[in-house]
């Protein structure tokens, strides 16, 4: 399924705008925690939403065959159109990842998915710095994805940032399962606006019409800290399971496929919170339910629907 940009034949559902209005405060709630915790105030958040409503509304509901002008653009805005004039070509979004994160998410990518750098069990090897021949080695592991840049390069930086460790054999071993940005990393921002972008673009998707995303959770409500704990550590091993297998067959059919300019993501995200935490959104049935793209929480989290 290929997501189109926008909607731009797309006609706004009945009630549209107030059916939103509830799951939106929702959905901000945990971004206005960040934008507080990370010193982002409101009029900086406001003016940057100004820019991406002129954006969208400019690029993506534009009427095939017609101008976009600054009178339709502050229609479908509610911005004035003197505003609208000042702020076309600004906001546009910024989809390209670093270069340093391209490049270390897929050397890990490819050491957890080609079968000559893992073993038996589809385990990453501690691989030597070099070797001989057809042997497995780092050295070889990145030149299999670049030859632009010298795998002692990205060793050092690997190390540096505890990606890696080298064992006592010197062979240097994997040291997450999957690459997880922490601490200063400036890498991890680019991952959330990725990772909540299409998340949020499948939801939305979810609930226009037209085919629709895969976007579903196993939800219980009411239950004990220690159980809460228990499912999150199990629900881990799932996920990762999952995520190695989505990775190794992905990359075993990049070696056939002619490129293009598709992207796909696969994402699984694990949440868990004290009763307190909620923000008013506690749920107060001990049900359990499947969701997609919506909660049903507001009637005592019962099973949610399909959309």
Known sequence: MIAKPGSKAAAP????????????????RPLVRLCIR??????????LLRELFVNVAEHDFALEGKEQTDSRVSLLTGIHRKEVARLRGAGAPVNEAPAAVSLTSAVIARWLAAPEFTDSKGEP?????????????????VASVTKDVRPR?????????????????????????AFVPSGEDDSKWHYLGRNLHDHIAAAAQNVADGPRFLERAVHY????????????ARSRELAMDALKTANRE???????????????????????????EGGGDREVAKEAGKEVGKEASKDGGKEGGSS
Do not use: C
């Open 250 to 276: 992905a990359n075993r059919a990049l070696a056939k496929d002619k490129g293009g300019d598709a992207r796909w993501n696969f994402g699984i995200y694990i949440y868990s919170e004290d009763a307190d």
């Open 153 to 177: 390069a990205v060793l050092d930086e690997w190390v540096d940032r505890k990606l890696v460790t080298i064992n006592a054999s010197d062979e240097i071993e994997l040291v997450e399962a």
């Open 13 to 28: 559902q009945p009630n549209a705008a107030e059916k939103l209005h509830a799951p939106l405060a929702r959905l901000l």
């Open 221 to 232: 409500n009411n239950i004990s800290p220690k159980l809460a704990r228990r499912l999150e």
């Open 38 to 47: 990370s010193g982002m105030t409101f009029p900086a958040l406001a003016q």
């Open 125 to 141: 090897l501690a691989l030597p710095r070099t070797a001989e021949g057809d042997a497995p080695s780092f050295e070889q592991l």
